[in-house]
Every structure is written in C-alpha cells, then in structure tokens.
C-alpha cells in the first residue's frame, strides 16, 4: 500500500489526535509526568520485540520450521507501542509547558522516509525494512517536542504501510484500544479486578470487523499478510 501526500498530511493530525487521547488516558492514570522518557522508550521497544514480533515470525524468522502468522494480533500490539511512543510526546509537552516554552507542529516540514512509499522487490523484503523502520522511530536519544513528534507520524505511517492499512483504520484501532485501556483505569481507580476485565476483552481486530471497519475476516486478513510476507526462498 502506498500513501499520498495528502494521507501523510492527515495523519498527522490523526497523530495530534492521538496525543490528545493518550494524555487524557494518562491522567486517568496519574501518569501526566511520570514516568520517564527512558522507561517509555524501552516499554515501546519491549511490546515491539517482546509481544508483536513473535506473532509475525513468518516475516523475520528463517531458522526452524514452526512460524506463527497472527496479524491480526500483531495489530493489537502495535496499537500499545503507539500508546507509549505517544505517551513520551504527551510528557515532552508538559516539560515545556513547565517551563513555559512551546512551538507549533501542526504542519510536518520534514521529507518522508521513502521507505513507506516505494515498491518492493518482493514482501519479504519490504516485512524486513518496514520492521527495521519501527525500531528506528523508537530510538531516539535526543527526546524533544518535534523529534518525537516526527517519529511518532513516522511510526504511524509505517505501521499502517506494514499491515496494508488505511491511516483512517490505524487510527480507528488505537481508538478502539485506548477505550479499552480507559475502562482499565476506571477499574484500576475503583479497585476492581483488572485481571478479569483484561481476560473479557475483545482483540481490537474483531471488534473493528464487527463494526464495519475492516472487510476481510481475521483469518482472510493473516492469510493475505503471510502470503506477501513470508520469505520466498530461492
């Protein structure tokens, strides 16, 4: 999937959307300042390797025989990489406004990595550079508003470019888990068990199928990304 100018421009306001409800989920918290940027750059790196890539390794993994292919899941763990990865935006900002010095990013004026544009020799090497391009976004050592600003655009895009989905869609699935982790926090507040709320939630796939949002059912959606992902030996 290729994206235009105009796509890349309205996700950016899809992102400062993001933000917006990423910093109401994290008041629900307590968490308006807290914690740091280190530890939210490696629990972003954490969901990314530790809980999406091991539902993909049909993309990545060229050792062994068993390879799981759960896009759809994936999916569901590269909506929490974007909450953190949003949550260090929201604490930026509060620095600055702390210290009573802000800028505006509303327009990105940067060029687009062309990694999320081009066409592939085949899907096994786009699954390889897109990948690589997620754990890029993440690793910045010098966090500021735009820098994180502009990774977290890119982190979007690049998502939504790695599961073949509309910015719309994409956007759409963190609403959909963020309502998910505001019922948490309600539950987290009033002393509820959280446990038991986590085990009764739906994946953010079905419920977006459900609802009209995506057309193709989850199994047809896995079988699809495996087909253009998996490695094509030679």
């Known amino acids: 999937m290729k994206f235009t100018d105009t796509e890349i421009g309205i996700a950016w306001s899809y992102c400062n959307t993001i933000v ?3 910093e109401a989920l994290m008041k629900m918290y307590g968490f308006e300042k807290t914690p740091d940027d280190t530890s939210l750059q490696l629990a972003a790196v954490n969901e ?3 809980e999406m890539f091991p539902e993909i390794t049909c993309a ?3 050792y062994g025989k068993t390879k799981t292919n759960n896009f759809d899941k994936a999916l569901g763990e590269f909506v929490d990489v974007l909450h953190f990865e949003a949550s260090r935006r929201v604490l930026v900002q509060a620095r600055l406004n702390d210290a009573c010095v802000g800028y505006d990013i509303e327009t990105p004026r940067y060029e687009f990595p062309p990694v999320c544009i081009r066409k592939f020799d085949n899907g096994f090497q786009a699954a390889g550079r897109l990948l690589t391009q997620m754990m890029k976004c993440l690793n910045d050592d010098d966090p500021n508003l735009w820098s994180i600003g502009k990774s977290l655009h890119h982190l979007f895009m690049v998502g939504a470019r790695f599961f073949g989905i509309t910015p719309d869609q994409l ?4 609403l959909t888990k963020n309502r998910q982790n505001q019922a948490r926090a ?3 507040a009033a002393s509820d068990d959280v446990t038991s709320l986590k085990a009764s939630e739906r994946p953010v796939y ?3 199928y459900d609802n009209g949002y995506f057309v193709e059912t989850a199994d047809e959606f896995n079988a699809r990304l495996t087909k253009e ?6």
Do not use: P
């Open 206 to 208: 079905d419920i977006m």
């Open 171 to 174: 956007l759409i699935a963190y």
């Open 229 to 234: 992902y998996s490695r094509v030996d030679k």
């Open 48 to 50: 990314l390797v530790g």
């Open 60 to 62: 990545h993994k060229f």
């Open 186 to 188: 309600k539950a987290n």
């Open 20 to 22: 917006e409800h990423q």
